[in-house]
């Protein structure tokens, strides 16, 4: 088995029961609750096949629903950050790199990174909080949502991936 899809699998079982069991649970000052599960897509490879990266994102998204109940909403947040990740990271990843590049503070660079990731995780909880309040009537409060909830969520992200360079 390709030490890929195990790193994948993991991943996949570490991220849902950190979001089912802890981080749905948060709401901080009433509008900003962590999409931890979006740092899913973020360490994808360069070379991966897309329809690969879409299957495990939509499958993560489509668990994060079923546990949650938040019908469809996870999954085509999910998979519309899959769709865009492999050109939102050809913009930040240099020309000459490997093709098997796995986006990290390390092959990026810490500011390349910190974009990457603020990009990625603001498609994902934009797409979420939209999907979730299907109106504007109360803008300010879907807006305070993506807002809170990016920057709670960029800087978890943050956080796991300075730990994870550390060991």
């Known amino acids: 088995m390709n030490l890929n899809i195990i790193r994948n699998i993991v991943s996949y079982i ?12 948060i ?3 009433g509008f900003a609750t ?5 740092y899913f897509v973020l360490p994808m490879q360069r070379g991966q096949a897309k329809w690969a990266t879409l299957v495990w994102c939509f499958a993560l998204g489509l668990a994060v ?3 949650s109940n ?3 909403v996870a999954s085509a947040s999910m998979t519309l950050a899959a769709l865009l990740q492999p050109y939102l990271l050809e913009l930040f ?11 990290s503070f390390r092959t990026l660079g810490v500011s390349k990174y910190v974009s990457y ?7 994902t909880c934009l797409s979420f909080f939209t999907l979730e309040a299907f109106n504007l009537y109360n803008w300010i409060q879907w807006l305070t949502s993506i807002v809170g909830s990016t920057a709670i969520t ?7 991936e300075n730990v994870k360079n550390r060991k």
């Open 93 to 103: 990843v240099p020309r000459d790199s490997a093709e098997d590049l796995t986006p």
């Open 70 to 72: 938040t019908p469809g």
């Open 14 to 25: 570490i991220l849902l029961v950190v979001q089912v069991l802890v981080l749905n649970h």
């Open 27 to 29: 709401r901080l000052f």
């Open 34 to 38: 962590p999409l931890l599960y979006a």
């Open 117 to 123: 990731t603020i990009i990625l995780t603001l498609v």
């Open 154 to 160: 960029v800087v978890l992200i943050l956080v796991i």
């Open 65 to 67: 629903d079923i546990f």
